[in-house]
């Protein structure tokens, strides 16, 4: 691995440590939502889908090995595979993927196809594990209508959002990068 | 704001100690308190409690995380606790005791996590972090160089961390040498997100940078190996030992009590 | 054994088509203006970009060994213009130990020669502080250090003794001297004092590379260094003919002035150079220190009047830019009280917008996406296209080209960004001008523009200046400060138009005099 991919690859996962962590040392006033889904597509954007996807393992392995990384409580460790929302971030990691595969880092129309698909690959692993855990971990009683409540209809909108800025600031750095000749 | 350090300056026994032992504990203890219960959770506490006795950070440091956990903690006992059927009426339930005790039970764990994270990060450099981690993958490196190359790439991020929020926080006081920021919500929100550009092409360029002074300093990529600072001495055995018992002891209090 | 670097016909962006050669234990002084590819040139041989044509040699007593065969990093020691970049460890130590480590030394060994290092290097006692916050000098004297434990066969300073005081300087010239027997070094300045001490001299203009003998003779000729824009040690310190400045700014603050102060004291005071010239009287204070804490850092008690010239001089790390950026309102006093145009200031203030600062290595600082967005980025959109032309010419001022004015901050010359971010500075129209070593890194034609317009600014607002060096204010100053560990342990004020300071208690502070 070369040591320009290397340290790119390692920014892009500090800036999800950091992007995961702005909510807990910065006050919530200042960033009222979580801004990772922003920094995951980005990473896929910028880094395309090896050392995209590769920035985001990294990020979820420091925040398994108990590093509290996370956006949400309790923010590392082992047992956050047992959290129903640990789905969305081995969805991250795929969706980081196919951004950057889908991405021809030439148009915003482009852009904003690759982060598209991005989310549904993301809701579509989410979503998945989410079921999975409540039926077999909690053993709670699940339906598909109360997945859906609880882990896409109340975040749908918001990432739809965040992926328009992601796909707008993604495109705009590679065009420079471009321009620049580096 | 963003210049808050974690890390707590000092000379203590848990500065000193090895980063291995750190990362092991840190490990360790977080599996165990995300996995036990009642008994185990009781254990843990008593140690932890202990541990925080000893350590020379202030209550202060401690202030936002027990107060986010307690926050925290309050919305998953009222989450859990509220209990309904199937499908989308969830305002048709009610109150069940099993809920509330779960949700609290989870609030205790988030908050000793809290704690347990808080106090590494307060007595350990990131780059000790990177150090400790780095040396839980050498055994891989045998199996496949590209275990080395993931190591470097962990000790490289923790790096980052630090140096990024710098970058953030110096971007942050230029913008503010140019004017002042608009005090609406809605225009902080604005402005914070037209410094997102600027963050990351800083980060990359930083990237750049650091890969060439990497270089410059004689990394060799593929290669790497893990950069010790400290040398093993007793208090890290006995680190180790009392780390055996502790978790021994919790694992027993739970399953065979 | 001698080792050697050889250039042939090497081209690479703004160079062209250059050769020369660098020896094991000679000196070299490479000078030119600004954006004339010296810092392109130092990269290129410490191996960060390779040559787009042309071929880099390393000899060994006259063979050639490939470039697979060297250690370069080993070999090749490079220290950059901006020192904030180069910093990779989490605190000083582990910065000054990195590459020792790397080197294959024990870990006890490594923490001794760091220690003596850090001694040597004046750093002792910030062993466990962060890099990032150590002040502009302490930082340039981190990264020397930690190059230098390396004992590599070539050294590239790029302006890196720029940021230090006398005495810094003089240490720092002391310990490479003392490793310079088995060094070749070349250091890129701007500075003739420091340039005559070498062995030889370079001279870059426009990509093209003139090498000479001994400085002494080239630098005595001052028809040489005017033509190729270098700073001659012992003409005066700024030449005048830069006159462009001052008409356009002070018409440019003319119009301001008369809509600031409607009624004008223009018609009191008769002749129209005396307009903006307030009486001593008259003056309101603008800002005032009252037992301001900031930590260890600064402690002070002081007023500062309006329209007043205010040179603050001191030892690297003293705190002067800790003054400053509690005077902009970026950091609050932990004790007393800070207030500006009478009153406190606190988060929440607005006196920020009178006040603007220009920091230290403020390219580093470019939020902007292109020079024009960063300079013009109080105009809305209608503005900007409306004044085009206007603003070119605003940029020219400040000798930024039209071609550079879509240029993307990033690549710029060290001392071009200097100039984008003076000219964003004055374009907000301040009250308040807070200066941290405007002039490192400019070229002739730049330091002049500089001086010209602050001798145009002087009177009609406020200006804070940072400075080592004593002789670029000796005119302009009315009032001067010097700081050491955080205290003012001097101060005068000029009377009727002079300053009467014994150099001697300057130069004892480190001051250059
Ligand atoms: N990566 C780059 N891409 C495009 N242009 C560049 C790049 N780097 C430098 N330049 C241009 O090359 C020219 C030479 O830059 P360089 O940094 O070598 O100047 P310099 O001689 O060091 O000047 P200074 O004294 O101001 O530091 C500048 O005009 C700059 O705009
Ligand atoms: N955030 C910080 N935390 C702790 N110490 C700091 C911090 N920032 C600066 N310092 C220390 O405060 C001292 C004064 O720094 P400052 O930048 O004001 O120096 P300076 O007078 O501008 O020096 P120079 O001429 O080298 O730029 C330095 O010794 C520095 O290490
Ligand atoms: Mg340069
Ligand atoms: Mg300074």
């Known amino acids: 691995m070369n040591a320009q991919h290397l340290a790119k690859t390692a920014a892009m996962a500090a800036l999800l440590c950091l992007a995961g962590m702005i909510m807990r040392w910065a006050s919530p006033a200042l960033v009222p939502f979580s801004v990772l889904p922003i920094f995951v597509f980005l990473t896929g954007l910028i880094l395309g889908p090896k050392y995209g996807s590769l920035a985001v393992i990294v990020y979820v392995f420091l925040g398994l090995l108990g590093l509290p990384v996370f956006a949400s409580a309790p923010f590392g460790g082992i047992g956050y595979v047992l959290k129903p929302s640990f789905g969305y971030l081995l969805g991250d990691i795929a969706a980081a993927y196919v951004v950057g595969k889908l991405y021809n880092r030439q148009s915003l129309l482009s852009a904003l196809l690759a982060v598209l698909g991005g989310i549904i690959v993301l809701y579509l692993i989410g979503l998945t594990y989410f079921y999975l855990v409540m039926h077999f971990v909690l053993q709670q009683s699940t339906t598909m209508a109360l997945v859906i409540s609880m882990g896409f209809l109340p975040f749908i909108a918001g990432d739809l959002i965040k992926g328009g800025i992601a796909a707008w600031v993604g495109n705009q750095l590679i065009k420079r990068q471009r321009s620049s000749g580096l | 704001m963003l210049e808050r350090g974690l890390y707590h300056p000092g000379e203590s026994t848990l500065h000193q100690l090895d980063p291995r032992l750190k990362i092991g504990s840190l490990v360790i203890l977080g599996l165990l308190m995300t996995t036990v219960n009642w008994g185990g959770l009781l254990c843990l506490t008593g140690g932890l409690l202990i541990m925080l006795g000893y350590s020379p950070l202030p209550i202060k440091a401690f202030q936002s995380v027990i107060k986010a956990g307690v926050v925290l903690g309050l919305f998953y006992t009222l989450i859990m606790g509220w209990h309904w059927e199937e499908g989308w009426f969830f305002w048709k339930g009610y109150w069940s005791m099993a809920g509330m005790l779960q949700g609290l039970m989870m609030s205790w764990r988030i908050l000793l996590v809290f704690l347990l994270t808080r106090m590494f990060s307060a007595f350990t450099l990131p780059s000790e972090q990177g150090i400790g981690i780095a040396f839980f993958l050498a055994p891989f490196y045998r199996i496949t160089p590209k275990a080395a190359d993931f190591a470097l790439l962990i000790t490289l991020t923790l790096r980052f961390i630090p140096l990024l929020l710098e970058e953030a926080a110096l971007l942050y006081k230029a913008r503010l040498a140019k004017g002042n920021l608009t005090g609406q919500w809605i225009g902080k929100i604005k402005d914070l997100a037209a410094l997102l550009l600027p963050l990351l092409r800083i980060a990359l360029r930083r990237a750049e940078e650091l890969a060439e002074n990497l270089v410059a300093r004689g990394y060799v990529s593929g290669s790497y190996r893990v950069l010790g600072t400290k040398e093993w001495e007793s208090k890290d055995s006995w680190g180790v030992v009392i780390l055996a018992l502790w978790s021994i002891g919790a694992l027993i209090i739970e399953f065979v009590l | ?513």
């Open chain 3, 1 to 513: 054994m001698m080792k050697s670097l050889e250039g042939k016909a090497i081209s690479l962006g703004m160079i062209q088509e250059i050769d020369f050669s660098l020896h094991q234990g000679e000196v070299i002084a490479l000078m030119g203006p600004n954006g004339a590819g010296k810092s392109t040139l130092a990269r290129l041989l410490a191996g960060l970009n390779e040559p787009t044509s042309g071929k880099l040699n390393f000899l060994e007593d006259g063979q050639e060994i490939p470039w697979t065969r060297v250690r370069r990093w080993q070999e090749i020691g490079i220290i950059g213009q901006h020192p904030r970049r180069q910093t990779i460890g989490a605190t000083v130590g582990e910065e000054l130990g990195f590459g020792l480590l790397n080197l294959g030394y024990g870990v006890k060994k490594v923490q001794e020669m760091v220690r003596e290092l850090a001694y040597r290097m004046g750093l002792e006692g910030k062993l466990n502080q962060s890099p990032a916050t150590l002040s502009g000098g302490e930082r340039q004297r981190l990264v020397l250090g930690a190059v230098l434990a390396l004992n590599p066969a070539f050294l590239l300073l790029d302006e890196a003794l720029s940021m230090l005081d006398k005495r810094a300087q003089e240490a720092c010239l002391e310990l490479l001297e003392e490793k310079g027997k088995h060094m070749g070094q070349l250091w890129i300045t701007h500075d003739p004092l420091l340039a005559e001490k070498a062995d030889r001299l370079w001279v870059m203009k426009e990509g093209k590379l003139l090498t000479l003998g001994r400085p002494h003779t080239a630098l005595r000729d001052d028809e040489f260094c005017q033509e190729y824009g270098i700073r001659a040690p012992y003409s005066p310190s700024y030449s005048p003919g830069y006159a462009s400045v001052r008409e356009k700014i002070g018409e440019k603050y003319q119009r301001v002035q008369n809509l600031r102060y409607p009624e004008g004291f223009s018609a009191a005071a008769g002749s129209e150079a005396e307009s903006f010239f307030l009486h001593e009287d008259e003056r309101k204070d603008t800002l005032e220190w009252r037992e301001a804490e900031y930590g260890q850092r600064l402690q002070l008690t002081e007023k500062i009047k309006e329209g007043c010239f205010l040179a603050v001089l001191g030892p690297s790390g003293a705190g002067k830019s800790t003054l400053l950026e509690s005077a902009v309102g970026l950091i609050y006093p932990s004790q007393g009280k800070f207030l500006a145009f009478g009153q406190e200031v606190t988060r929440q203030a607005t006196q920020r917008q009178k006040a603007r600062l220009l920091l230290q290595e403020p390219g580093e600082y470019i939020i902007g996406g292109t020079v024009y967005d960063e300079v013009f980025y109080l105009q809305n959109k209608k503005e900007r296209k409306a004044g085009v032309q206007r603003n070119i010419e605003y940029l020219q001022v400040f000798g930024i080209p039209q071609e550079k004015a879509l240029a993307y901050p990033e690549y710029l010359s060290g001392g071009e960004r200097q100039r984008v971010a003076l000219a964003a500075a004055l374009e907000s129209l301040p009250e308040i001008l807070l200066l941290d070593e405007p002039l490192l890194g400019l070229d002739l034609t730049g330091r002049s523009m500089m001086l010209e317009l602050l001798q145009e600014l002087k009177g009609r607002m406020t200006i804070l200046y940072i400075t080592h060096d004593w002789s670029e204010v000796r005119e302009l100053a009315d009032e001067v400060w010097l700081v050491e560990k955080g205290q003012i342990t001097f101060k005068r004020r000029s009377k009727d138009g002079a300053i009467e300071i014994d150099d001697q208690q300057l130069k004892e502070a480190g001051v250059h005099c």
